[in-house]
């Protein structure tokens, strides 16, 4: 982003004083562009009622990141990174300069950026008396390996861009404006197919299928269910949602053993179209009472959409999960498998009871290791101009 010749919307975000109120009650400058011009499609509203990143159409590229408070640092400080990091969330959704910009992204487009932030239980017990009973740990699942390092957090914040540059640039502003208050705990980089977001359809995954097909509907996301907290949770989320975040290390080497009928078997859908097995389009309903000619079940019963498939609303979740790639494991193999991310009204009636069933019965399990793990509380959007992220938390 950096400058783009836009003027009049410059943030002051110094290192160490954090943007004060004043600032932020203050109508937020408009934007002048002069040369570059930011297209309006580039552009992810920052504010409303629900923050960007969720319902929002996923962008090709995440970068996400768990912070903990650093030392003493306690409620006042943290409020104030809200406010420094709601401002700034503005000014990089917008293609606004701000001081000590790094200048990673000057010349990008804002490339769709996306701001998402949560806070961990750990953090909400330590401000209030008690967790909402929907930010739960999750329980161990037969088969998990989880790195306690690599998991959980105070703070988390998705990013999301069409533009691993536009990212990098984001992370660093948002990690700098939290110095001395919040250290990093972790960070996992995920991208998607850049020509799938580019011409809407379903992207791949790492092992070749159709991933995101049968997901929460625009158009049911547009309403109170099925994945915002509303009233039934406490004030401060109201309008907010729950993410579950899963590394889902994929076991290459034994799946790429097996053919593609046999593939085919352990998702329950065609690999090549993405079609339910038995049906001809990837929209096609899954028809899970569909028997082959022989009277066996045509999708079959240990497959993962039929042991993943909702058995009720309430096990609604989006799923905006990403591929990712990383470093070349002791026996020479690459560590690479599904960033998952799922947002929900309540992981212990959505989450829990779907990965209880895949732990137990999934033929997709034989193939995937999870490693890390996380539950986070993602806040309300911003509404108002003085509104800030978290502020019915942090007040
Ligand atoms: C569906 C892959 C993990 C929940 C699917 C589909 C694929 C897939 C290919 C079919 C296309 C679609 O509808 O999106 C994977 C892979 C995973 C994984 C490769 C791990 C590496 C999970 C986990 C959960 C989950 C951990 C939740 C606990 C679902 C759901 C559906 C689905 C809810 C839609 C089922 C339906 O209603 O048809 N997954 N998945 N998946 N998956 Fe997964």
Redesign the pocket.
Known sequence: MGIFGITGATATLGVAGYAGVSQLTKPAPTPTVETEQVQASDVVAFDGIHQAGIATPAQSNVVLTAYDVAGTAGKAEIAAVMKAWTLAGRALTTGSSMEGDPDISTGSSTASLSITVGVGATLVEKIKAQRPGALVDLPAFAGDQIDPLRSGGDLVVQLCADDPLVLAQADRVLTRLARGILRVRWQEQGFGSTGARKDGRTGR?L?G???????VTTSALAKAGPIWVSDDGPAWLAGGSYLVV?R?R?LTEQWDQTNKGQQERV?G?TKDT?APLGSKLESDF?DLEAKNPDGSLTIPADS??RL???ASSAEN?M?RGYSYRGAVLPDGSVDQ??L?L?FQKDPSTS?IP??QR?AAHDA?ERF?LTTSSGVFAILPGVSAESDWLGSALFS
């Not at 299928?209 to 997901?215: A, K, S, Y």
């Open positions: 995954n092992m299928q159709l991933d995101g097909t049968n997901n899963r889902i994929m998702i859908r993405g899954v993962h959409v993943a498939k909702p979740m799923r498998g599904l998952f799922a989450f779907v990965q895949l997709l995937t």
